[in-house]
Nanobody, 123 residues
């Protein structure tokens, strides 16, 4: 089993920045991929970005390219999501997720999930 704890959400004005964190524990290792998804009220869970833990391959949704950046700290088994130039449409609950294998943009392919952290962007 893998345990994920995500944190760092909050309320920010449009144009502002936030950094989310996701700490992994348990059986997590370099053969896993980690990802960020988000879900706004009444909408489907949406892929944000993902990183391969072994080779740091990064994959982003078009909607966040150039604004959001994923990074990781191997020593801490922690993934980060730096969100800049935030927009009201970025408002959602953000979840980190992990799967054994390669990065993927489909939420159903991830087996382990954090509890979610709320991000609210005011206009």
């Amino acid at each position: 089993q893998v345990q994920l704890v995500d944190s760092g959400g909050g309320l920010v004005q449009a144009g502002g920045s936030l950094r989310l964190s996701c700490a992994a524990s348990g059986r997590f290792n370099i053969k896993y991929a980690m990802a960020w998804f988000r879900q706004a009220p009444g909408k489907e869970r949406e892929f944000v970005g993902a990183v391969s833990w072994s080779d740091s391959f990064l994959y982003y949704a078009d909607s966040v390219k150039g604004r959001f950046t994923i990074s990781k700290d191997n020593a801490k088994n922690t993934m980060y999501l730096q969100m800049n130039s935030l927009k009201p449409e970025d408002t959602a609950v953000y979840y980190c997720a992990a799967r054994f294998g390669e990065v993927d943009g489909t939420w159903r392919k991830y087996d382990f999930w954090g509890q979610g952290t709320q991000v609210t962007v005011s206009s």
